[in-house]
T-cell receptor, first 115, second 108 residues
Framework: ETGVTQTPRHLVMGMTNKKSLKCEQH?????MYWYKQSAKKPLELMFV???????ENNSVPSRFSPECPNSSHLFLHLHTLQPEDSALYLC??????????????FGEGSWLTVV | DAKTTQPTSMDCAEGRAANLPCNHS???????VYWYRQIHSQGPQYIIH???NNETNEMASLIITEDRKSSTLILPHATLRDTAVYYC?????????FGQGTELSVKP
């Protein structure tokens, strides 16, 4: 138990569907992250939020839309995805950002399959 | 940004110490070395971090060379459940950027 909870753990969606991934952290952190891990590839940082404000978007396609209503919750809204978007999506949190000492804690991930 | 180099894979006998090396020759003076591991199909798990001195916690020990250009993660008594991909990361500005890591296989 890392203090970062992701739901759902598994999701299958069609290319025309709209779905959302949810992340909640119980660590009192101010920064939250979305990472993507495709098969046989390293984790890729997608988005960074600090105090609810987006501070980084690593050229992520607009069919992925993040939302951070408060420092404890982070969503990833999914719309008109492609089969190649099938991957493990990981949420993480840390006390803040832009510091060399910054331990980041991950959730268990949401396995997404786009059919 | 400091980059790290790790062996692609390693084997270790159950009950023996697993020593995982990492090179980070371009590390800056105030950058920490972090180690995470990822067991298949799970989220990465934080193991340990260090700056200059050797560090130990309930999971592992971290040995950093005096010039800080390399480090070794030591799992003192590896078990089958330690089979995972281990990532050595130097954080530029607080963001975790993952490489390929070392795939450690602990064998009976």
């Amino acid at each position: 138990e890392t203090g970062v909870t992701q739901t759902p753990r598994h999701l299958v969606m069609g290319m025309t569907n709209k779905k959302s991934l949810k992340c909640e952290q119980h660590l009192g952190h101010n920064a939250m992250y979305w990472y993507k891990q495709s098969a046989k590839k390293p984790l890729e940082l997608m988005f960074v939020y600090n105090f609810k404000e987006q501070t980084e978007n690593n050229s992520v396609p607009s069919r992925f839309s993040p939302e951070c209503p408060n420092s404890s919750h982070l969503f990833l809204h999914l719309h008109t995805l492609q089969p190649e978007d099938s991957a493990l999506y990981l949420c993480a949190s840390s006390q803040d950002i832009d510091r060399n000492l910054n331990t980041i804690y991950f959730g268990e991930g949401s396995w997404l399959t786009v059919v | 940004d400091a980059k790290t180099t790790q062996p692609t894979s390693m084997d270790c006998a159950e009950g023996r110490a697993a020593n995982l090396p990492c090179n980070h020759s371009t590390i800056s003076g105030n950058e920490y070395v972090y180690w995470y591991r990822q067991i298949h199909s799970q989220g990465p798990q934080y193991i340990i971090h260090g700056l200059k001195n050797n560090e130990t916690n309930e999971m592992a020990s971290l040995i950093i060379t005096e010039d800080r250009k390399s480090s070794t993660l030591i799992l003192p008594h590896a078990t089958l459940r330690d089979t995972a991909v281990y990532y050595c990361i130097v954080i530029p500005g607080g963001k975790l950027i993952f490489g390929q890591g070392t795939e450690l296989s602990v064998k009976p």
